[in-house]
């Protein structure tokens, strides 16, 4: 049963939440007060501009937090659109999120899986615009490994770096641009949403960004550190 018919309505649904933050806080807090190790960021960031392997890792990172982005916020009215029930459209995103998240734990492991994974969330995508309501389930579990890249693309901040200094700043600039690109890409979708009156035409985007996706992990695997 969905946890907002549980405390009466989307309102208790989205307090649910702050228990999980709660725990969150909780936990992370103690860890600021160790000792920081010092570092020169601002100078390995700015080092790093001319690095073939920060430039191959940022569109990565952009086009799997687009993709993810978007899922968390359209996936469910993209099934409420096609005829589902809200329960079972928020069942469906629910869905996932969950089945990704022992890829997570999988995939940085075997990094050969990226642009596997990919190739899921491709597949997932097209049965979505295609048939939508024939396995809807099977679409949103697709659609859920393919979120398995995210993991796999923060592994590579660690990967193609020597040492923890590199792999901080790395961190630092990939995180930087590549949240700066991606931060309109779920309303840009909706506005496409809106502007055509279907799906077919974010969906499409969707897919194209998945073959650019795939494109860079061979890029980002590829190029010397």
């Given at each position: 049963?969905?946890?907002g018919?549980?405390?009466?309505?989307?309102?208790?649904?989205?307090?649910a939440?702050?228990?999980?933050?709660?725990a969150?806080?909780?936990?992370?807090?103690?860890q600021?007060?160790r000792?920081?190790?010092?570092?020169e960021?601002?100078?390995r960031?700015?080092?790093?501009?001319?690095?073939?392997v920060?430039?191959?890792?940022?569109?990565?990172?952009?086009t799997?937090?687009?993709l993810?982005?978007?899922?968390?916020?359209?996936?469910?009215?993209v099934?409420?659109?096609a005829?589902?029930?809200?329960?079972?459209?928020?069942?469906?995103?629910?869905?996932?999120?969950?089945?990704?998240?022992?890829v997570?734990f999988?995939?940085?492991?075997l990094?050969?899986?990226?642009?596997g994974?990919t190739?899921?969330e491709?597949?997932?995508?097209t049965?979505?615009?295609?048939?939508?309501?024939?396995?809807?389930?099977l679409?949103a579990?697709?659609?859920?490994?393919?979120?398995?890249?995210?993991?796999l693309t923060?592994?590579?901040f660690?990967m193609?770096?020597?040492?923890?200094?590199?792999?901080?700043a790395l961190?630092a600039?990939?995180?930087?641009a590549?949240?700066?690109?991606?931060a309109?890409?779920?309303?840009a979708?909706?506005?496409?949403?809106?502007?055509t009156?279907?799906?077919?035409?974010?969906?499409s985007?969707?897919l194209?960004?998945c073959?650019?996706?795939t494109?860079?992990?061979?890029?980002?695997g590829?190029h010397?550190?």
């Open positions: 049963m969905p946890v018919a549980v405390f009466g309505g989307w309102r208790g649904g989205l307090a939440w702050s228990v999980f933050a709660a969150t806080l909780a936990i992370w807090l103690p600021t007060r000792a920081a190790v010092p570092a960021p601002g100078a960031t700015a080092g790093l501009t001319r690095s073939p920060a430039w191959a890792v940022t569109p990565l990172f952009a799997q937090s687009v993810a982005f978007v899922v968390m916020a359209w996936l469910p009215t099934y409420l659109d005829g589902f029930a809200p329960d079972e459209a928020g069942a469906l995103l629910a869905a996932a999120l969950l089945v990704g998240v022992p997570y999988a995939v940085p492991v990094g050969a899986l990226g642009a994974t190739v899921a491709i597949a997932g995508l049965g979505l615009l295609l048939r939508p309501e024939t396995t809807p389930w679409w579990v697709l659609i859920g490994i393919g979120g398995g890249a995210f993991p923060l592994a590579l660690s193609r770096t020597r040492t923890a200094a590199d792999t901080a961190s600039m990939v995180q930087t590549g949240y700066l690109l991606v309109s890409g779920p309303f979708v909706g506005v496409l949403r809106d502007v009156g279907s799906w077919t035409m974010p969906i985007l969707l194209a960004i073959a650019a996706q494109a860079r992990f061979f890029s980002a590829n010397a550190s």
